[in-house]
T-cell receptor, first 112, second 115 residues
Framework: GENVGLHLPTLSVQEGDNSIINCAYS??????FIWYKQESGKGPQFIID?????DKRQGQRVTVLLNKTVKHLSLQIAATQPGDSAVYFC???????????FGAGTRLAVHP | GAGVSQTPSNKVTEKGKYVELRCDPI?????LYWYRQSLGQGPEFLIY????????DSGLPNDRFFAVRPEGSVSTLKIQRTERGDSAVYLC?????????????FGNGTRLTVT
């Protein structure tokens, strides 16, 4: 939605650097986790997901790490580009369908 | 192909009025979800449809909120006697099937402002 990113924690990086966005999830029963990217005025866009039986999954320029012991997720973006600037949300799925619980979000600002 | 379409993109209404928000899911997607996103926060679940029936409406805040999906495709979220606290972006999402590994595809939302 519009004005997404107000009052959110912000991560500022230089173009070409790697970015790491962290998230703590709440429900020990969650077995599926997703990262979404949300640009201003748009809906969340799927980036990458991971099941609880994995601790790492890689996509194109992105990697998600899952630490179930401390209920922590991270999203790593390699060679960050200006087009990566957006708000990033982690989401957990504690149930059998997509009744997702979203985290608070982190705004990523990429500077040329 | 076309994504999830939501209309209107913006809606301004006066306190106490009735509003309807429309969602056209991706063709063939059987599962449809409504979420609400307040400023600076992540989306919050409202209701989930599998086909025509509301399988889980536990996220609807109160009985002023109601949603339908009569033919298993288009859905309408209806809000009666709107209040200023209802102001938010209402997001619709659909997925091919209802299992967790069928990713949600979100629309761009309807931004509702209650004055």
């Amino acid at each position: 939605g519009e004005n997404v990113g107000l009052h959110l924690p912000t991560l500022s990086v230089q173009e070409g650097d790697n970015s790491i966005i962290n998230c703590a999830y709440s429900n020990s029963a969650s077995d599926y986790f997703i990262w979404y990217k949300q640009e201003s005025g748009k809906g969340p866009q799927f980036i990458i997901d991971i099941r609880s039986n994995m601790d790492k999954r890689q996509g194109q320029r992105v990697t998600v790490l899952l630490n179930k012991t401390v209920k922590h997720l991270s999203l790593q973006i390699a060679a960050t580009q200006p087009g990566d600037s957006a708000v990033y949300f982690c989401a957990e799925n504690p149930g059998g369908y997509n009744k997702l619980i979203f985290g608070a979000g982190t705004r990523l600002a990429v500077h040329p | 192909g076309a994504g999830v379409s939501q209309t209107p993109s913006n809606k301004v209404t006066e306190k106490g009025k009735y509003v309807e928000l429309r969602c056209d899911p991706i063709s063939g997607h059987t599962a449809l979800y409504w979420y609400r996103q307040s400023l600076g926060q992540g989306p919050e679940f409202l209701i989930y449809f599998q086909g025509t029936g509301a399988a889980d409406d536990s996220g609807l805040p109160n009985d002023r909120f109601f949603a339908v999906r009569p033919e298993g495709s288009v859905s309408t979220l209806k809000i009666q006697r709107t209040e200023r606290g209802d102001s938010a972006v209402y997001l619709c999402a659909s997925s091919l099937i209802q299992t967790p590994n069928s990713p949600l595809h979100f629309g761009n939302g309807t931004r509702l402002t209650v004055t």
